[in-house]
T-cell receptor, first 116, second 108 residues
Framework: GAVVSQHPSWVICKSGTSVKIECRSL??????MFWYRQFPKQSLMLMAT?????????EQGVEKDKFLINHASLTLSTLTVTSAHPEDSSFYIC????????????FGPGTRLTVL | RKEVEQDPGPFNVPEGATVAFNCTYS??????FFWYRQDCRKEPKLLMS???SGNEDGRFTAQLNRASQYISLLIRDSKLSDSATYLC?????????FGTGTSLTVIP
């Protein structure tokens, strides 16, 4: 199969701190990784698409300086929420694709972020 | 206009019923289509890809209508375990777009 892990699965932090979320493809090399956020009872909203070794492509309305994405290898991408505020509290999910954008995505289990 | 439109439901159906979901998309250049299932507070999991000729996997049938730009998912003989949110996903080439999801509850 294709397994994607995410760490941490759950984090609570104070307002103003930064939180880093890791996304790893465990048994395959991910050409492309995606970051989503999901608010309660809403659908997934794509935040950014990243390819290994290049800058992430952010969706309209997503602040690239606030949500820093690093895709340093074919198996690891990180999302850092800088200076987190309560409105950033959400479920953050990453996914990875073996073959690029047009191929099936395998999702990580998600990270639930609560900012106090 | 949204890239993907999906009826949010909820759909409440008795066990054994047949239920169908539709999802329309706006970009006629879309090439890849998928149905994902998401359980509460969990990540989406691929249910099935949608092929041009239509495809079936057990009780699940997916169809694509390019002329009308919609995809559908049919679930036959609903089980309690089918209760979840079903997300359609459309890929016009360089991005994935998710529908808002359709909530299904199968009632005993």
């Amino acid at each position: 199969g294709a397994v994607v892990s995410q760490h941490p699965s759950w984090v609570i932090c104070k307002s103003g701190t930064s939180v880093k979320i890791e996304c790893r493809s465990l048994d395959f090399q991910a050409t492309t990784m995606f970051w989503y956020r999901q608010f309660p009872k809403q659908s997934l909203m794509l935040m950014a698409t990243s390819n290994e070794g290049s800058k992430a492509t952010y969706e309209q309305g997503v602040e690239k300086d606030k949500f820093l994405i690093n895709h340093a290898s074919l198996t690891l991408s990180t999302l850092t929420v800088t200076s987190a505020h309560p409105e950033d509290s959400s479920f953050y999910i990453c996914s990875a694709s073996k073959g690029g954008v047009g191929f099936e995505q395998f999702f990580g289990p998600g990270t639930r972020l609560t900012v106090l | 206009r949204k890239e993907v439109e999906q009826d949010p439901g909820p759909f409440n159906v008795p066990e054994g019923a047949t239920v169908a979901f539709n999802c329309t998309y706006s970009n006629s250049a879309s090439q890849s289509f998928f149905w994902y299932r998401q359980d509460c507070r969990k990540e989406p999991k691929l249910l099935m890809s949608v092929y041009s000729s239509g495809n079936e996997d057990g009780r699940f049938t997916a169809q694509l209508n390019r002329a009308s730009q919609y995809i559908s998912l049919l679930i036959r003989d609903s089980k309690l375990s089918d209760s979840a949110t079903y997300l359609c996903v459309v890929n016009p080439g360089n991005q994935f777009y998710f529908g808002t999801g359709t909530s299904l509850t199968v009632i005993p």
